[in-house]
């Protein structure tokens, strides 16, 4: 009973000394290597060091980074030191404090994506940022037309068609060519624009979680913009996949998740407007908590995960400490490394091409003739069950389902080859 007694009152000094900060905190001091200086996604040592940061399960090869990626190590002890603060502290933290800690993650969030803190607003995903930002788009008239492609997100193609009833728009969907190259994506999208001169509204996805295909967002923004039309844009897959700013890509609106490649706490995203365009997105169902000059009033989630959104600033921490320049390279030389074994096996077809401006990490595959959604789940199981490979079926695709892979920053080579080679098995090119 004494023993309990001290721990009680150990755990609650801990707590007490936790109280005394009430924001995140990000890593002071370097925990990393330094930075390769050449071909930084294939150095071993460095790699390995931040496989290091991860605890993860050695018992299956999850390639199915792309469902969310999982807290390295620092953030996951930020998140619950977070989480101990909160609910120690509870009520009277959330009532006097909180708003200022929220608004304060904001920050650092900006900066990094090049903008104005007063443009981003967080979210619990880029599902929820996207819905905010196709519902609340003002700008339709009835007999105007929307378009989306077959690549682009169920959640968003579902709120694409809810325009139909809402705002009395004509609603059109068209295929990406498959095999794509980039000049075939940018002639489906300008033949689909021409196809339908009362566009005013396209949904675009930065890199598709179908298929890995990344868009050449720019061009196609530009090619919208000629013809009077706006452009919202999934990131849900981009952004910290690969290195930008919102500035590269000339869109107005985006929605983010944080929680995938950034590595954040499961359940957090952001929504991005541009400050000259925030009274074309409707405020939220008549939002009054925040002004209608102010981005934040176009998204109300309710009570969020507050230790999630606090741990924000550490996750951002870590992954510049990684390098987001060597994070892209990484996914990159992973997804070449598996992709130039593949393509050495009958029957298995690669949907993305190689051109480095259409792909990063994520790349789907088909094995010939076995397209639809049992053949595909099928083949998932048996990499699962008999590998111990985690893969995923896509559907959505207009020339059947595929098998996405999408590694983590833990994923090594080793993993590759054996996902390769139970590859080679489920596709009949070696014998199990």
Do not use: C
């Amino acid at each position: 009973m004494q023993a309990l007694e001290t721990n009680r009152r150990a755990l609650l000094l801990g707590l007490g000394a936790a109280a005394l900060m009430t924001q995140a905190r990000p890593a002071s001091a370097r925990t990393l290597p330094a930075l390769p200086t050449a071909n930084i996604g294939a150095d071993t040592s460095y790699w390995t060091a931040v496989r290091n940061l991860y605890s993860v399960t050695p018992d299956m090869v999850n390639l199915e980074n792309g469902y969310w990626g999982i807290m390295a190590e620092p953030v996951k002890a930020e998140y619950k030191r977070l989480t101990d603060f909160v609910n120690f502290e509870n009520t009277v933290y959330a009532r006097t404090k909180i708003g200022k800690d929220l608004d304060d993650v904001r920050t650092p969030l900006a900066a990094f994506l090049g903008v104005a803190r007063e443009e981003i607003a967080l979210s619990r995903g880029a599902t929820e940022a996207l819905q905010a930002l196709i519902s609340g788009y003002n700008k339709l008239k009835p007999g105007d037309t929307v378009l989306y492609a077959d690549l682009d997100y169920d959640s968003m193609q579902y709120a694409m068609n809810w325009l139909k009833g809402r705002r009395s728009v004509d609603v059109v969907k068209f295929a990406i060519p498959e095999p794509a190259t980039r000049q075939a994506v940018l002639d489906a999208y300008d033949g689909a624009l021409k196809a339908n001169p009362k566009t005013k509204l396209l949904l675009l996805t930065h890199i598709s979680h179908r298929t890995g295909l990344m868009m050449p967002v720019k061009e196609l923004a530009a090619m919208a913009r000629a013809r009077g039309v706006d452009v919202i844009l999934d990131a849900a897959h981009s952004w910290g996949q690969v290195d930008f700013q919102a500035k590269d890509l000339g869109v107005d609106f985006i929605g983010f998740n944080l929680h995938k490649w950034i590595g954040a706490p499961l359940g957090v995203g952001m929504i991005y407007i541009n400050k000259d365009r925030l009274a074309d997105i409707d405020s939220y169902m008549g939002d009054e908590d925040f002004k209608a000059d102010d981005v934040r009033s176009r998204l109300h989630t309710g009570t969020p995960n507050f230790a999630a959104q606090l741990a924000v600033p550490t996750a951002l921490a870590l992954h510049q400490e990684i390098g987001p320049q060597a994070k892209e390279a990484r996914y990159r030389h992973l997804r070449n490394y598996w992709v130039s074994k593949a393509r050495e096996l009958k029957g298995v077809e690669i949907q993305t091409p190689d051109d480095p401006s259409m792909v990063a990490g994520i790349t789907s595959f088909a094995l010939t003739g076995k397209r639809t959604a049992a053949e595909t789940n099928a083949i998932v199981a048996s990499l699962r069950d008999q590998h111990k490979v985690m893969t995923v079926r896509r559907g959505g695709v207009a020339k059947g389902d595929t098998i996405r892979i999408s590694p983590a920053p833990y994923i090594m080579e080793a993993d590759l080859d054996r996902f390769v080679a139970a590859l080679a098995v489920v596709s009949g090119n070696r014998a199990g």
